[in-house]
Every structure is written in structure tokens, then in C-alpha cells.
């Protein structure tokens, strides 16, 4: 039995906490929350200097060729600190989707640009108001160009380029293909737009017959969507772990500092007991989550279930401490300069991200009746 | 990661695999084809001749020095040997609170001519313990027993009652924890003691639970008359040699196995017609169905962590702190949720496919949820333990027993 992180793993993870615990204090965060920077360039800078975009990426293209595990517990610090770093955007889903789906010519590009930190992807789906399925997707490729409007993107404003999510003309889910746009070209403009998280900024991409080229076959967008988001459905849920356990540490250290009728509130059992609850829901992700790497890394044949269960498990883990933090801090912990807010709003939106626990509880069920069926 | 054996665990593995294939029955697919009831005599028999064939091949308790049977070896053995063991037809339970909790005890507080009596007998399923701890009035809170233990010239008179006793009814020998001195607070006027449940003045009476099954006991002390010898550890350090054996206590209580899970209840809502068609349909269904699935696999995978642990040498971490705390609950609401997908006939013991299973988890589960550490203990130990956050206001700690307001 070897449920558990190398020592090597481990130390890595250590290495990315401390650095982003000098780098990325709270006050980072803040900054980039109140201001209008797309992102915290010193603190990304300095994770490209240690590897982290580089991490996943062959050393054919320019990476260090490490496995998933590297890339899980890089995750779990980036989400312990809320780092406002477009990690979750490029080095998760544009860098999955290219060694996905990518050809060589595409690999050998955008891997190398995006293992030295040059390009910054992001992941284009949405269009608005509807959860996106291939019946509803709007944007149009076809000879080359790419015409439509995507909203929100992750990072729109700040990415070099974008893997877009459009309608290539085939029937049912073949409807959709996913296309490699390069965002700096005049016919696509790009509008931040507001969200509740302004730490991690969204923008709006238009595209007015952008050039872009296919990533992946015609017709294989949704299909290759889906592999997409089972691997970001596990590297998420490690930032999930990490932020939950930084919510659910900040609560403890509150309650045990704040007196309310003459001791501790965190001596009361309705403060233990909510506390305590916390770290049930932080296991139990955990445990889901260290299965949904195993997966990962082995290519194993549970992984679309592994990756439902980390899902399910992470997001109610992050969304359950991130709101019992605000309230074991009771009314200062509604305030604008509370720390409390930036793991609310990130669970919020990573919850969202890769669709809701709902979408996701569904899959799973689907995906136990197919394995109990084989 | 892997969920592997080492080599060395591969191997014993396997020579535990040959020995019980040798020495016991396979179970078939089903696995609800056996399930052991405390109250059948034959069981009774039947697990002891299972414990002594055990014993005698090594395997009963691993862990344990040599001379008391063991054979020092690692936790992760007798891991291993309980995983394998649970895929054969063998009556189990009768043994697990002596070997796990009593005999621990009597080896930290016990002499060489008592070890040396009783430690061999209970290993081979020879004499049975019990665990005389709850009374009427001290659950969770165990250090409030009132059962009296009065000196009496060189021994002791023991009055007062127990209750919850696991196995009482078929136990031979008993540790007991009781008040020597009620003008002290309450924690320091305990001591404990091990005796013969056949000493006169001794009288167990089964509780019939609520599931209507009879494994607990009311025991009765009416001038039960012991030596000095028999006490364990010192007049007044009772509750030290209690936290001896409740840590004990937290390695020892299980999950209960061979129970319905998330398949069954998945078979059951194909085969459940709703309104808009198969149960397996409908969202919320499936909302349950995923969210008892990754507790399941949480649960499950949990567990590996801390044999991942064990496997290595290491001490496990807190991690299996979470496991009462989330199976009881979820057995009581799973089966309360199966029993409303078969409709009103949820509530009948007949005809409905696993009915009678699902009910025995609904009722099952209320008596889970407090056994061996309530919910509330159990949150409570997880959040001071595990977060460092303050014990409880104790209004009691430092007044004498005798003082104390009675309930």
C-alpha cells in the first residue's frame, strides 16, 4: 500500500508553499482584488522561475516531464495561498488541452512558449447566460476563421492565446470543435469583465474572423472537452483541498483568539463541532483527491469516476469551510478588509468553473452505471 | 501511488490466503450470505474453536511480543490477515474488546503470574472479556461512574451497576472502572480492577436494543467481594489506566462490514418506477446516490492513507478520526432513503427486495451514531485533538464527587 506522496513530492510542495507564503501573503491577494492588474506579475514570475508552468510539459517541449503528482501538490499551495496567478487557466487547462489534443507543430509551439512563461492560455467555453452544451454554442469556425463571443474567460485580458470552444457545423456533440486562436491579432478584442472574485480578473473575447487553426479533430470538441475537464477536475480539486484547509485553519486561529462571554468561542461545541466538521469534509476530499491522481498519473480505468467523486468531494469541502470561516468570524468577517472573503469568492468560482456539483453528481451516477454495466 | 503490496506483504499475504483455504470456507459472490448473531449458542462455539485454530497458527494477534503469542510484527500484517480473513465464512466479534481493549490493559497494569493466567485463555478464545466502563448515569462521560468500591480488610465490596456491556452475557472475566474515594474530583477517585464474572454477587441482565437484537447487558454489583490483587494500576489512577484502554478502544471499533451500499441502493432505484420513470433517472436520486458514493470511497480511501502509513513504519495521522463520524450517519440516511424509494411498502419485512437490509441500517445506524464515542464525542475529539481548540468547560473538574449536583 502506497496511498501517498513521494518524499521528493512532498518536498516540492514545500518549496511552492514557502515561496508563495513570502510571496503571495494575503496582502497580495488584496492588492490585486482592490487594483486593477490582471494579475500578481512578481508572484507569477517567480513561479515560472521555479518550473510551475513547466511542471506537466515533456522535456521534448521544452518541460521538466514530471508526472500529474508534481502538478497536484504545485496545486494544492497555489489554492492554500488563493494566488492571484493565471494557474488555473494556463498551466492547468490551455497547457491539458494542448498535450491533449494538440498536433506536434501545435506541441512544439505552444508547450515550449508556454513552459517558459511567454504565452499565457486560457480555456474559452462559455457564452453567457446558458451552462454551455454543443447545441448552444454560437461562435462559428470554419475556413480558418473564427467569428463569436465568449464570456467569462478566465484570464481573457491577460492570455496570449485561447482555446476556444465553436461550432465547426456536425450533428449533436459532434456540433462543436475546440480551435487554438493566437488572442493578439486585431480582429479579437477583449473586455474585462466583473465578477465576484475580482482577485482572479474574466474578460469577454470577441472574435470578428480571428485566424485560428482546429486543436484536435473536427467534431471531437465536446468529447475531448469532457477528458479535459476529468485531468482539471483533479488538479482543481487539490487547489480546492488547499484552500479549504487554509479557510478552515483561519477560522480555528480566530476562534481561538476571539472571547465572546467570557472565554474562547472556539471552546463552544457549535464553533468545535462546525470546525470539526470542516476537517471531515477536508478528508474526505482529500482521500478522493489522491485517487483522482492516482488515475491520473496511471491512466487508469476509474479515472472518469476518480475525477466525478475528487470533483464533488473538493468543491463542498472548499465551499463548506470558505463560508464558515466568514461565520465563525462573525460580523468582522463581512467586512471589506477581512481576509475571509478571498476563499469565498474563489470557491465560488472554481466551484462554477468546470460546471456545478449538480452537473458533476450526475456524471458520476452515469459513470457508475457504465462501469457496473461493464 | 499504488495500492500494492510490498513484497514481503505480498508474501504473507499469500501464506495467510494457503492457511485459510486450508482451514475455512470461502464466501460465494454473496455477500450477505453470513451474518454473524451474537445469540445463537453455536455461534458462540463455532467462534471460539475459529479463535483457538487462529491462535494457535499465529495469526490472532500479530502485533503482540512473542511471549504473549504475538509475533512483535508490524500492524500492517494483521491488516492484512483481517482483510483476508473477511472473505471466509468464520464466526468473528466475540473477542475483539478483550483482545483489543481488556487485555491491553491487563498488560500495562497487570503482574507476571496474572499475564501469565489470563493472557494465553483469552487468545485462544478460551475465556472471553468484557468491558465494564458506562453506567446509567456516565455515558460519554465516563469518569462520573457511581458503581462503590469499598475497602474491605485486604480486598474490596463492589456495589453499583453497569450497562452497555458488550457481551456480558458470554463473557468470563471483566476490567472494571470504579469510584474508591467520592470525596475527591471525580477523575481522581477511580480505580480499576479485572474479575471473574461468575463472582458471586454478579448479575447480567441483556438489554433488548431498539433493533431488537440483545449483544449489550446491564450489570449488576451487589457486595461482589475482590482481592486486593485484582486491582490494576494504582488506588486512585483508575481513569489513567481508562484512557489505557478507550485508546484501545479507538483502534478496536470497526466499521460494520457486509452492510448495503451505494450498488444495492443503485439496483434498487432501476428497479423503483417514480412518476417520470426509473428512480436511476431522476436528479435527485442521483444527487443522493453521488454524494453516499464519494463518502463511501472517502471512507474507503481514507483507510488506505492510514495503512499507507502503517505499511511504511510511520504513525497515521488524525485521517481516521473522520470514519464514525461519517459512515454512522450516512448508513441511518441511506437507508432511511431506500426504505421512501420503495414507497409506502418501505416499511414491510417482506417482499421488497432489500428491504430488510436497508431497514436494519436505518435502525442500525441510530444505535451507531452513539456507540463507542457519540457523534458529538467524536466531533468534539477532532476538533481538540486535531485543531488544537480548548476542551470543554468542565463546571466539575475540581469539584469533590460527593459534592457534585445529582442528576
Known amino acids: ?374 | 501511488m499504488d495500492f500494492n503490496d510490498t513484497p514481503e506483504e505480498a508474501a504473507f499475504r499469500k501464506e495467510v490466503r494457503a492457511w485459510l483455504d486450508a482451514n475455512a470456507t470461502r464466501k460465494s459472490d454473496d455477500k450477505r450470505s453470513f451474518r454473524a448473531r451474537n445469540d445463537d449458542p453455536n455461534l458462540l462455539k463455532k467462534a471460539k474453536e475459529w479463535q483457538a485454530k487462529k491462535a494457535a497458527a499465529g495469526y490472532a494477534r500479530m502485533t503482540w511480543p512473542k511471549e504473549f503469542g504475538g509475533r512483535g510484527a508490524s500492524p500492517i500484517l494483521q491488516v492484512i490477515y483481517q482483510q483476508e480473513e473477511a472473505n471466509y465464512l468464520v464466526p468473528l466479534g466475540f473477542f475483539d474488546i478483550g483482545l483489543g481493549m481488556c487485555i491491553p490493559t491487563m498488560m500495562a497494569y497487570a503482574g507476571p503470574e496474572h499475564l501469565k493466567r489470563y493472557v494465553k485463555p483469552a487468545l485462544h478464545g478460551e475465556e472471553i472479556w468484557c468491558q465494564l466502563f458506562s453506567e446509567p448515569a456516565a455515558g460519554s462521560d465516563v469518569a462520573g461512574i457511581r458503581t462503590r468500591a469499598e475497602r474491605d480488610g485486604d480486598g474490596w465490596v463492589i456495589n453499583g451497576q453497569k450497562v452497555w456491556t458488550s457481551g456480558a452475557h458470554y463473557s468470563d472475566y471483566g476490567i472494571i472502572i470504579t469510584r474508591t474515594d467520592p470525596a475527591v474530583p471525580k477523575h481522581q477517585g477511580l480505580t480499576m480492577f479485572f474479575l471473574s464474572m461468575k463472582t458471586p454477587g454478579v448479575e447480567v441482565r441483556p438489554i433488548k436494543q431498539m433493533s431488537g437484537g440483545a449483544n449489550f447487558n446491564e450489570v449488576f454489583f451487589t457486595d461482589v467481594r475482590l482481592p486486593d490483587s485484582q486491582r490494576l494500576g494504582k488506588v486512585g489512577e483508575g481513569w489513567k489506566a481508562a484512557l489505557t484502554t478507550l485508546m484501545n478502544e479507538r483502534l478496536a471499533v470497526g466499521l460494520p462490514s457486509g452492510g448495503l451500499d451505494v450498488d444495492e441502493l443503485m439496483e434498487l432505484a432501476r428497479d423503483t418506477d417514480l412518476e417520470d420513470g426509473p428512480a436511476i433517472k431522476n436528479q435527485q436520486v442521483r444527487g443522493k446516490i453521488a454524494d453516499w458514493y464519494v463518502q463511501q470511497q472517502g471512507l474507503k480511501l481514507t483507510r488506505y492513507r492510514t495503512l499507507t502509513a502503517l505499511s511504511k513504519g510511520q504513525t497515521p495521522g488524525p485521517e481516521s478520526s473522520i470514519i464514525k463520524i461519517v459512515a454512522a450517519p450516512k448508513m441511518q440516511d441511506m437507508g432511511a432513503f431506500a426504505m421512501e424509494l420503495m414507497g409506502p411498502a418501505g416499511i414491510m419485512k417482506e417482499e421488497v427486495p432489500h428491504a430488510a437490509g436497508f431497514q436494519a441500517q436505518w435502525i442500525g445506524g441510530a444505535g451507531f451514531r452513539i456507540a463507542g464515542g457519540t457523534d458529538e464525542i467524536l466531533r468534539n475529539i477532532v476538533a481538540e485533538r486535531v485543531l488544537g481548540l480548548p476542551a470543554d468547560v468542565r463546571v466539575d473538574k475540581d469539584v469533590p464527587f460527593n459534592k457534585l449536583g445529582k442528576s
Open chain 1, 1 to 374: 500500500m502506497n496511498f501517498d506522496f513521494s518524499d521528493d513530492q512532498k518536498l516540492l510542495k514545500e518549496q511552492v508553499r514557502k515561496f508563495l507564503a513570502d510571496k503571495c501573503p494575503t496582502k497580495v491577494v488584496r492588492r490585486v482584488l482592490d487594483g486593477n492588474e490582471a494579475f500578481a506579475d512578481e508572484v507569477w514570475k517567480g513561479l515560472v522561475e521555479l518550473g510551475v508552468p513547466a511542471t506537466g510539459i515533456p522535456e521534448a517541449y521544452g518541460g521538466l516531464g514530471l508526472s500529474p503528482l508534481e502538478l497536484c501538490v504545485i496545486a494544492e499551495e497555489i489554492g492554500r495561498a488563493a494566488a492571484p496567478v493565471p494557474f488555473d487557466s494556463s498551466v492547468i487547462l490551455a497547457t491539458e488541452a494542448v498535450k491533449l489534443a494538440g498536433s506536434e507543430a501545435q506541441k512544439k509551439k505552444w508547450l515550449s512558449e508556454l513552459a517558459e512563461g511567454k504565452a499565457i492560455g486560457t480555456l474559452a467555453i462559455t457564452e453567457g447566460s446558458q451552462p454551455p452544451r454543443p447545441r448552444n454554442i454560437r461562435t462559428t469556425f470554419g475556413g480558418g476563421k473564427l467569428n463569436g463571443r465568449k464570456v467569462p474567460v478566465i484570464d481573457g485580458d491577460a492570455a496570449t492565446f485561447a482555446i476556444v470552444l465553436a461550432n465547426t457545423g456536425g450533428q449533436g456533440d459532434r456540433a462543436v470543435s475546440l480551435v487554438l486562436v493566437d488572442l493578439a491579432q486585431t480582429s479579437v478584442k477583449k473586455r474585462r469583465v466583473e465578477t465576484i472574485d475580482p482577485a482572479r480578473k474574466h474578460a469577454e473575447l470577441s472574435f470578428d474572423g480571428a485566424s485560428a487553426e482546429l486543436l484536435g479533430a473536427e467534431g471531437e470538441g465536446w468529447r475531448l472537452l469532457e477528458r479535459l475537464y476529468d485531468a482539471a477536475a483533479i488538479y482543481f480539486a487539490f487547489a480546492q483541498v488547499g484552500g479549504a484547509e487554509a479557510a478552515m485553519w483561519m477560522a480555528r486561529d480566530y476562534a481561538l483568539q476571539r472571547q465572546a462571554f467570557g472565554r474562547a468561542i472556539g471552546s463552544y461545541q457549535a464553533i468545535k463541532h462546525k470546525l470539526a466538521d470542516c476537517y471531515v469534509k477536508l478528508e474526505l476530499a482529500r482521500s478522493n483527491a489522491y485517487y483522482g491522481a492516482m488515475m491520473l498519473t496511471d491512466g487508469g480505468a476509474d479515472l472518469p469516476l476518480a475525477a466525478a467523486a475528487a470533483r464533488i468531494a473538493a468543491t463542498e469541502a472548499y465551499d463548506f469551510a470558505s463560508k464558515e470561516n466568514i461565520q465563525t468570524h462573525g460580523g468582522i468577517g463581512f467586512t471589506w478588509e477581512a481576509d475571509t472573503q478571498f476563499h469565498y469568492r474563489r470557491a465560488r468560482v472554481m466551484a462554477l468553473s468546470l460546471g456545478g456539483p449538480m452537473a458533476w453528481k450526475d456524471k458520476l451516477v452515469t459513470r457508475l452505471e457504465q462501469k457496473n454495466a461493464a
